[in-house]
C-alpha cells in the first residue's frame, strides 16, 4: 500500500528566504506526483503536476522535483512571502486501468514571517 | 473560470439524518471523487466515479454512497449521520487517465463541506 510523507508537519520562515518541502513515497510505481496549497477552511489548489517521466516542473517562484527511484520529491519556494502561508500537500497517483486515485500526503504548515 | 462547486460550505446535522453533499463541474471532466479531511489523517477518499452511473469504492466508504445521474454532478450521501462522520467533505474532478491529446489529470477540488453531526 502506498504511504506519502511529509516531513516536517510545520515549518516557519522569515519572510524572504528560499525553503524547500518534502515529500517521500513508499512505492515508486507512480504516474505522476503532485503539489497543492490549502489555505486554513478551504479546498486545495493544485500548484504543480510532475509526470513520471519528468524531473521537474516549474511557475514561477515555484519548483518542484521529482526522484521516483528514491521516492522523493521537493518543493522549492524562492523568496517566501506572507503570502505563500498555507498548507502544503503532495499526492502521488498509482495508475489503474480505466480509472484513478490518489494518495495524500498529510501535509507541512507553513508560516512565512512578516 | 472553471470551477468546482460544492453546494453548502457548513451544514449541521443530528444524529440519524440522512445527509446530500452536492458537487457540480463546469470542466466536462470524466473522474470526480468525494474525500474527507481530518486532522492529522490527511486526506482519505470515499468514493470516486470514472464515468455517469459509474462508481468504486474509495479507502472508506462505509457509511457513505454515491450517485453520478449526470457527467458534471456528483453527490455523496450519508445514510444515517453519525458523529464520527464530522468532517471536512471535498469534492474534486479531473480528466481521465491517458487522453489522446496526453492532457494531465490535474486535480481541481471544490472548496470544501464543513459538516458537523451532533
Known amino acids: 500500500k502506498q504511504e506519502v510523507t511529509q516531513i516536517p508537519a510545520a515549518l516557519s520562515v522569515p519572510e524572504g528566504e528560499n525553503l524547500v518541502l518534502n515529500c517521500s513515497f513508499t512505492d515508486s510505481a507512480i504516474y505522476n506526483l503532485q503539489w497543492f496549497r490549502q489555505d486554513p477552511g478551504k479546498g486545495l489548489t493544485s500548484l504543480l503536476l510532475i509526470q513520471s517521466s519528468q524531473r521537474e516542473q516549474t511557475s514561477g517562484r515555484l519548483n518542484a522535483s521529482l526522484d521516483k527511484s528514491s521516492g522523493r520529491s521537493t518543493l522549492y519556494i524562492a523568496a517566501s512571502q506572507p503570502g505563500d502561508s498555507a498548507t502544503y500537500l503532495c499526492a502521488v497517483t498509482k495508475r489503474s486501468f480505466g480509472n484513478e486515485k490518489l494518495t495524500f500526503g498529510t501535509g507541512t504548515r507553513l508560516t512565512i514571517i512578516p | 473560470d472553471v470551477k468546482v462547486t460544492q453546494s453548502s460550505r457548513y451544514l449541521v446535522k443530528r444524529t440519524g439524518e440522512k445527509v446530500f453533499l452536492e458537487c457540480v463541474q463546469d470542466?466536462?471532466?470524466?473522474?470526480m471523487f468525494w474525500y474527507r479531511q481530518d486532522p492529522g489523517l490527511g486526506l482519505r477518499l470515499i468514493y470516486f466515479?470514472?464515468?455517469?452511473?459509474?462508481?468504486e469504492k474509495g479507502d472508506i466508504p462505509e457509511g457513505y454512497s454515491v450517485s453520478r445521474e449526470k457527467k458534471e454532478r456528483f453527490s455523496l450521501i450519508l445514510e444515517s449521520a453519525s458523529t464520527n462522520q464530522t468532517s471536512m467533505y471535498l469534492c474534486?474532478?479531473?480528466?481521465?487517465?491517458?487522453?489522446?491529446?496526453?492532457?494531465?489529470?490535474?486535480?481541481?477540488f471544490g472548496a470544501g463541506s464543513r459538516l458537523t453531526v451532533l
Open positions: 474534486a474532478s479531473s480528466t481521465r487517465t491517458g487522453r489522446s491529446d496526453g492532457g494531465a489529470n490535474v486535480l481541481t
Open positions: 470542466m466536462d471532466h470524466e473522474n
Open positions: 466515479s470514472y464515468d455517469v452511473k459509474m462508481k
